[in-house]
């Protein structure tokens, strides 16, 4: 049996042969068997199964309510004649609840184990869809949708932690390569699924299709998910958590997205209300990390996390990929429905070769990173081809062409599949064992993050530029239809562009492909930015034997001793060498 220390990977092949991996530059301790084991002798298949169909559902869910709403959205403000203002929280209230709650499950998980968390934040999510289904007014809405947040955040960074506390380092690419098919589908298929909801049954159907479905997932983890789990008492638990860092960085992040989403829609950029909450959320951000670095005594995201290169390099391609990969699915659809004029079940239609290339490329990856242990040359290639495949969107016309729109979808989906969870592979390769659950709890919570500023970004880029054309637009359509064509947001009247004479439907289709152009020249340009991060990212061997992960509040309190006593051999070995 090959022994693997705590601080990290020894991986022997063959048994004149043995390869150290980052964090095992120290002879091994001795292990009793029971914490070493190979993966593949954990879980019998079928258990595999049903954790795996169970994960993914849950996964799928949270991620698809990313994107829904999209669709529902119209149809939503005018039945609860919602100002911009609420418009614009239906939509983004969930990513920015998601995104100050994702890191803080992490570190929970360590403290009370990940099974409980998972099963709480079903039950979180299962709520808050009930919530936003029942919905009276305009308001509550937008209650269940944080609440669905909170809980959505847990699932999107437990499942993946779940996945490494099961399978080593070597089998983990082959269940991200799942789930990134799961995020590929559900960002294809929300918008469609929101529309035929919409259409065909009720806007409400678009939440209460999750109580169902994530009522199975929760069943089936209660039953069949078999982890280390803690007997931590709640209040010594309570003592353990870094609640100033919790305070500081939900308050950083939701002061900082609700600036961003409020210029240039409810405020000007330059108005007090948008600059404050900006500069606040960063002054809060700033002091979460002197809190983490300084202060915390078990870190919500410790500091050591960002002094590896390679981790660095992850962080990074996973900021740039979030902020470019979730336009295509939220923005192509909105093209297809104002500029060509397909209705929202047949945008979803024209999605496909986006959804079924990115599906394709996340499976292929995961298995080619799970059979040769290369993560660098997928998440490189994947870079240069969303570069390439977001350029060639800047192409696209205000008329079909359909040679265009599948090359090009397939393009950007095969790019943006590659580095959906290769750098997540990266990050763990580099990361000792014990930090691996905040690392990658850090890495879901930078994705959503990036997925909030992107969908702002590009929105405000757009509307930006078609709110230049108002003069145009007032001389062909009137000031009436003028204002209705640029609503409350980009893409928030599509019904009434499509209800405009030919020749003014035209000329405005003409003025939103131009104003989308501007909007992939942004996303290409910094698409080609992430090469830079990328090459920081170095070689590592993918440990094929499992260590089980312990949790729990003596467990931190352990990791955290170790990390003093290297702190401390550090100062000690800086001062020989002074002295010689």
């Known amino acids: 049996m090959t022994m693997r220390s705590h601080v990290g990977h020894l991986t022997t092949s063959n048994p004149s042969e043995t390869t150290l991996t980052p964090y095992n530059n120290e002879p091994p301790r001795d292990k009793p068997a029971a914490d070493m084991e190979n993966s593949a002798a954990r879980m019998s298949v079928g258990r595999t199964v049903i954790v795996m169909l169970s994960l993914s559902l849950a996964l799928f869910l949270s991620a698809l309510d990313i994107t829904i709403i999209a669709t529902a959205l119209p149809t939503i403000a005018t039945h609860f004649e919602a100002s911009s203002a609420d418009y614009t929280w239906v939509g983004s209230s969930y990513l920015i609840a998601a995104a100050a709650a994702t890191p803080l499950w992490g570190a929970f998980s360590n403290i009370w184990g990940r099974k409980p968390l998972l099963l709480l934040a079903n039950i979180i999510f299962i709520a808050g869809s009930l919530v936003a289904a029942l919905s009276h007014d305009i308001r509550m809405l937008i209650g269940g949708r944080i609440v669905q947040g909170v809980g959505g955040g847990g699932l999107l960074a437990l499942v993946n932690i779940c996945v490494s506390d099961l399978f080593s380092l070597r089998d983990r690419p082959k269940y991200y390569g799942i789930f990134g098919m799961v995020w590929a589908v559900a960002g294809g298929v929300g918008p469609i699924i929101g529309g035929a909801f919409t259409e065909k049954l009720s806007w409400r159907w678009c939440f209460y299709i999750n109580l ?11 039953f069949f998910l078999k982890l280390d789990t803690p007997r931590t008492k709640i209040w010594d638990g309570m003592k353990a958590i870094d609640w100033s860092g919790v305070v500081l960085i939900i308050g950083a992040v939701i002061m900082f997205l609700l600036g961003i989403e409020s210029g240039g829609n409810s405020h000007p950029w330059t108005s007090a209300y948008t600059l404050c909450l900006i500069i606040f959320g ?15 005594k078990y870190p919500t995201i410790p500091i050591r996390l960002f002094k590896i290169r390679s981790n660095l390099g992850a962080y ?16 192509l659809p909105l093209y297809f429905q104002t500029v060509l004029g397909t209705s929202s079940l047949m945008s979803g239609v024209y999605l496909l070769p986006f959804v079924l290339s990115l599906s394709l490329a996340t499976i292929i990856c995961g298995g080619l990173i799970k059979k040769t242990g290369r993560f660098r040359e997928p998440i490189w290639l994947g870079v240069a081809l969303m570069t390439l495949g977001y350029g060639l969107l800047i192409n696209l016309g205000s008329t079909t062409n359909w040679p265009r729109l599948i090359i090009y979808q397939m393009i950007v989906g095969f790019g943006s599949g590659l580095n959906i969870q290769s750098p997540l592979i990266a990050l763990q390769s580099h990361t000792k064992r014990h930090d691996v659950a905040i690392a990658t709890s850090t890495y879901g919570f930078i994705r959503t993050l990036a997925t909030g500023i992107s969908i702002v970004i590009g929105g405000t880029i757009a509307q930006s530029e078609l709110t230049k054309k108002r003069a145009m637009l007032q001389e062909r359509l009137g000031p009436e239809h003028t204002s209705q064509v640029l609503g409350a947001g980009f893409g928030t009247n599509v019904h009434f562009i499509q209800q405009l004479p030919s020749g003014q439907r035209e000329f405005v289709n003409e003025a939103y492909t131009q104003s989308l152009r501007t909007m992939w020249i942004f996303y290409t340009a910094l698409s080609a930015v992430a090469i830079i991060p990328s090459l920081l990212i170095k070689k590592a061997t993918l440990s094929t034997e499992h260590e089980i ?12 001793q170790e990390e003093l006593r290297e702190k401390e051999e550090k100062k000690a070995g800086a001062s020989r060498i002074g002295i010689k």
């Open 212 to 222: 169902p479905l994530d009522g199975v997932s929760l069943i089936s983890l209660t």
């Open 316 to 331: 990074g391609v996973i900021l740039i990929h979030g902020i470019v990969f979730i336009s295509a699915s939220y923005y």
């Open 549 to 560: 992960v312990k949790t729990g509040v003596e467990e931190q309190e352990r990791v955290r």
């Open 282 to 296: 960063v002054f809060a951000f700033s002091l979460f990390l002197f809190n983490e670095a300084k202060l915390a």
